[in-house]
């Protein structure tokens, strides 16, 4: 929009005077630039060519053709399973919206509809009892299911990007095949990193773990953590040695039967009241030596690079959350009469939700662009906070707008649009503060540019 705004303006704007032009000037100076440039290009490619054939390289071989389809195209089997969860969603999901966000419950039908519809396994293998799915495919279904409930789309999200994810890179081979099936079956997880002293400094963490012979007890709480009051699997995160400080820190499977994990205060939150949030205690938690995951001491590892993972996750749930607030609204203008006109036709009203849709555009494409990062193997960590980073501020901004377009009603709870805005806003909260995703994206400039 903004590229056709620019040729629209220039070949609209009126005529400035001829000027004399100097006489060795024959062409327009944007032709000369352009065959400067294409020449330029030439001889690069030139002694490209030349440099591989020198060194027996064909050159069929190394440079291709083939036109890169848009960060935002999807393959049938993506496009099925989007629309496949949209139907979920607004079948299954929505008629409960808002009897789950007034009770600051969970439904349990709705937590077993999501295992039986495959959710919750979705990069899971199928000898596992997995979807056997792609990460991109994780990202869609957060997405969608944001779009009518972000409550939901979290408990979905921290399942499949935080629990599943780290289950499957770091556990051992009787874990996977003891955990998996369960997750994707009918078992929540749960992460438990914060606590009470430790929220963005992460590794200052608390609680401890101590060896004893085989075992080792776990005593301190976790603070904050989603999915807490249902789920039957907990990655704990406790130091085994306090002096080497985050070089101690090891993660525990702990499971919901254990006598020392105890469900603490569940928060009563603005938003996304739906989704449960708990302090977890751990009093003389003991746990075996089987049970630690990963290698002793590479806890911080492990929370690292799930949570930079973990992160597009949550640009996922935000931009579907802005999606949602915006599908909502643009009905209901075109429908809504002021002055015998609806007022979408208002000039002003169509600037405001035509900016809307470009911030979501823009939200999608850093999201889209940071998960392909990931399935391809490439490094994605600053994409990834970029993406949080814009997504939850557009969220934000969307969801607010779609407010003030819709006037007085939009200020109630007969629509859903208000519960969008609580709702959007943990994204510049958890799983990484809005300081942080900058702080993490300066660091990726400055190391870009001192080397």
Not at 142 to 150: F, G, K, N, S, T
Not at 277 to 305: F, P, R
Request: hydrophobic share 40%; proline share 4%; aromatic share 8%.
């Amino acid at each position: 929009p903004f590229l056709f705004f620019l040729l629209s303006f220039r070949s609209n704007r009126p005529t400035a005077p001829s000027l004399p032009q100097p006489s060795s000037i024959t062409k327009p100076p944007h032709t000369m630039l352009t065959r400067l440039a294409s020449r330029s290009a030439l001889r690069v490619l030139s002694n490209a060519t030349q440099s591989f054939r020198s060194h027996g390289v064909s050159v069929n071989e190394t440079i291709s053709t083939d036109k890169r389809p848009a960060v935002t195209s999807m393959s049938e089997q993506e496009q099925f399973l989007r629309e496949h969860t949209r139907r979920f969603a607004e079948t299954e999901i929505k008629p409960k919206v808002r009897e789950m966000d007034e009770k600051s419950s969970m439904d349990a039908n709705i937590i077993k509809a999501c295992f039986d519809q495959g959710l919750m396994g979705i990069e899971t293998a199928p000898e596992l009892q997995g979807a056997g799915l792609s990460f991109m495919s994780s990202i869609l279904v957060v997405e969608e299911l944001a779009r009518v409930d972000p409550a939901v789309s979290v408990m979905v999200d921290v399942q499949n990007t935080l629990i599943n994810t780290t289950i499957r890179k770091w556990a051992n081979k009787a874990q996977q095949e003891k955990w998996l099936p369960r997750l994707a079956t009918d078992t929540l997880g749960s992460f438990c990193l914060s606590e009470w002293g430790s929220g963005s400094d992460a590794f200052s963490l608390k609680t401890k773990a101590e060896a004893k012979g085989d075992q080792f007890v776990i005593n301190g709480s976790k603070a904050w953590i989603t999915n807490a009051n249902e789920a039957g699997l907990y990655i704990v995160m406790a130091n085994v040695a306090p002096e080497q400080g985050y070089k101690g820190i090891t993660a525990f499977l702990v499971e919901r039967s254990n006598p020392g994990l105890v469900i603490g205060k569940k928060e009563d939150k603005l938003g996304i009241r739906a989704s449960s949030t708990c302090e977890v205690i751990l009093k003389d938690c003991v746990v075996s030596k089987e049970d630690i995951l990963g290698q002793i001491g590479k806890g911080y590892k492990i929370a690292i690079e799930s949570l930079n993972e973990g992160r597009i996750g949550i640009a996922a749930q935000q931009l579907g959350l802005a999606q949602g607030a915006f599908d909502y609204t643009i009905p209901y203008l075109m429908q809504r009469k002021q002055f015998d006109s609806p007022i979408a036709k208002f000039q002003a009203v169509q600037h405001q939700f035509a900016r809307a849709s470009c911030e979501i555009a823009s939200a999608r494409v850093l999201t889209y662009n940071a998960a392909r990062l990931k399935e391809e193997g490439k490094s994605f960590v600053e994409e990834a906070a970029m993406a949080k980073l814009i997504a939850s501020e557009v969220a934000e901004k969307v969801s607010s707008a779609c407010i003030n377009l819709l006037g007085g009603v939009g200020f109630t709870k007969d629509v859903p649009v208000e519960k969008f805005f609580r709702d959007c806003k943990v994204g510049q909260i958890y799983e990484g503060t809005s300081n942080i995703q900058l702080q993490t994206i300066a660091k990726a400039i400055l190391r870009a540019y001192e080397n």
